[in-house]
């Protein structure tokens, strides 16, 4: 464990010496899943499910049983899809493993490059001109990230989790492709208080263009601890998220020390007797959210709303979630 500790401080290290090309995967920062985003996109030292594959790997440890979860998320008044699916698998309580997808979309796109009927050919739509329609073509935009995760149990209070996230960005008739890798650590200092840190990126991902543009994309380092605390017969958690940024994105982050930046996030969840749960939280884009979850049987059912500043007119966002234990799978 000490080997695995130091392999994480040295990468940390080598972070804070290289130059990067910012919000290379910004759409892996929006966060996943009904709870987290109630709760502020809070959850590196958490979450105890499957979402554990994107926020810690580490917390995959936790599982005694498989799950999947799916997610819907619209933003921006519906003009944005976000999708994400994840399935986790305990292997006879030995390790974890884990498998989340992820998708950012604007689809139905229309190009009119070729559509122009231009009457006196001067190149410019105008009074005697007109589109044909029969010649408009449509496209899709989208990001996607395939993340393969392993955890263990290092100890009653150590675990750690590692991932090899694989992405893939299409614009139109341009594409990008990329592999990067994360790895994170959970440690529990005393009953139901839970710390977590999660270096993503660790040796930065490189993103290579069909054009021929290359991307690197810098690690991040996301630091999170909470505490569950039992009172009127349900568990109230408080949770708490900071996120370092090495790509010297002073004014895009909440506060900042020379080229590094920190984004703090955070939420509390109030649970009843494990089947409703009711969420307040802000987020590191000065987002208040809110949420509430409902679990039948095997099923929870998660929903979440993030306020954006009414004076940008950007809209409001909209997450359902839906996990389900599947119970104890032998292969």
Known sequence: MKKILLLFVIFSINAFSQSFVKYGNEFLKIGIGGRQLGMGNSGVAISKDVTGGFLNPSNLANLSEAEIILQHDERFGELINFDYFALAYPYKNDFTLGLSVI??????????????????????????????YDKVTYHNASDW???????????????????????YRDLMSNNA???????GIKYLPFNNFYTGACLNDVTTTYLAWNTGTKELIPPMLKLGAGYSLDIFNGILTPAIDFDFHFDGR????MTSIGSIGMDIHSGL??????????????????????????KIYRLNIDYAFAKFN??????????????????????
């Open 103 to 132: 998708r950012l979309g604007i689809d139905g796109i229309p190009d009119t490059r070729n559509a122009l009927v231009d009457s006196d050919g001067n190149g410019v739509l105008d009074n005697y001109d007109r589109i044909d």
């Open 145 to 167: 990230a395939f993340i393969l995760s392993y955890a263990k149990k290092y100890s009653e209070n150590i675990f750690y989790g590692a991932n090899i996230k694989i992405i």
């Open 177 to 183: 492709f990329g592999i990067g890798f994360d790895f």
């Open 250 to 253: 002073k004014y895009a982050s």
């Open 269 to 294: 969840e109030f649970l009843y007797k494990d089947i409703i749960a009711l969420r307040l939280g802000y987020s590191e884009v000065k987002q208040l959210t809110l949420g509430a979850g409902i």
């Open 310 to 331: 009414s004076e940008n007119d950007l809209g409001n966002t909209h997450r359902i979630s839906l996990k389900l234990n599947l119970g104890s799978i032998s292969l």
